[in-house]
């Protein structure tokens, strides 16, 4: 089983900067890929950002690239969002995910275990 804690949400302004992180205890994610979703209020839940075990491949939603960056520390069991140049189009909770598979999925289904989020909220 692995618990996963997100934090580092909060309030900002547009154009600002945020860094989440994901911490995991439980397990050790080394074999796992780690993903970012994100959920708005009347939304369904959306990718961000994906990063296989390694570290070698990163994916990311086009409405993030080029401003968000995912990281893992796997010597620290943390998974890291930077997050740039903030727009009020990203306030949602942020949910950190693993899944066993260690490819880094961009979607929901396979991932088998998820954190309780943490909040950013951007204000224009």
């Known amino acids: 089983q692995v618990q996963l804690v997100e934090s580092g949400g909060g309030l900002v302004q547009a154009g600002g900067s945020l860094r989440l992180s994901c911490a995991a205890s439980?397990?050790?994610?080394?074999?796992?890929?780690m993903g970012w979703f994100r959920q708005a209020p009347g939304k369904e839940r959306e990718f961000v950002a994906a990063i296989s075990w390694s570290g070698g491949r990163t994916y990311y939603a086009d409405s993030v690239k080029g401003r968000f960056t995912i990281s893992r520390d796997n010597a620290k069991n943390t998974v890291y969002l930077q997050m740039n140049n903030l727009k009020p189009e990203d306030t949602a909770v942020y949910y950190c995910g693993a899944e066993k598979y260690g490819l880094g999925a961009k979607t929901a289904g396979p991932y088998d275990y998820w954190g309780q989020g943490t909040q950013v909220t951007v204000s224009s």
């Open positions: 439980g397990r050790s994610l080394s074999p796992y890929g």
